[in-house]
Nanobody, 124 residues
Framework: QVQLVESGGGLVQAGGSLRLSCVASGRSFVFYTMGWFRQAPGKDREFVAAISWSGNSIDYADSVKGRFTISRDNAKNTVYLQMNSLKPEDTAVYYC?????????????????WGQGTQVTVSS
C-alpha cells in the first residue's frame, strides 16, 4: 500500500504561481512512477504531468507545457508540481497518483494509488 497526501493548493490570481507537493508513505516510493492529474467540476480527471522513478522520463499535457514543472525528491518521498503563469482554466482539484511502471502513464485508470486532492483556484 502507498498513501499519498497532497498540499500546496490555494487561491491565486491569473499569472501567479503555486507549488504543489505530494508526500508518499508506505511501500518504497523510489520504485513508483508519479503523476499529477486534475479534475474540474463536471469534467473527467485529466492528465497534467508525470515522472518516472528515476526522473529520467517526464511527460506533460500540452496545455501546461512551458508553464508547469514536475520534479521529485526520492530522499523525501515527495513529488512536486511547480505551476507558473496560472490561468483561470487551470482551476481544478489536483491529485497525485502512483504506479509501478517504467514509463509515466497518461491515463488515470493506470494508476494504483491516489491522494485526496488539493484545490487550486485561479481568479481572472
Amino acid at each position: 500500500q502507498v498513501q499519498l497526501v497532497e498540499s500546496g493548493g490555494g487561491l491565486v490570481q491569473a499569472g501567479g504561481s503555486l507549488r504543489l507537493s505530494c508526500v508518499a508513505s508506505g511501500r518504497s516510493f523510489v520504485f513508483y512512477t508519479m503523476g499529477w492529474f486534475r479534475q474540474a467540476p463536471g469534467k473527467d480527471r485529466e492528465f497534467v504531468a508525470a515522472i518516472s522513478w528515476s526522473g529520467n522520463s517526464i511527460d506533460y499535457a500540452d496545455s501546461v507545457k512551458g508553464r508547469f514543472t514536475i520534479s521529485r525528491d526520492n530522499a523525501k518521498n515527495t513529488v512536486y508540481l511547480q505551476m507558473n503563469s496560472l490561468k483561470p482554466e487551470d482551476t481544478a482539484v489536483y491529485y497525485c497518483g502512483a504506479v509501478r511502471s517504467p514509463k509515466p502513464p497518461v491515463v488515470a485508470g493506470m494508476y494504483d494509488y491516489w491522494g485526496q486532492g488539493t484545490q487550486v483556484t485561479v481568479s481572472s
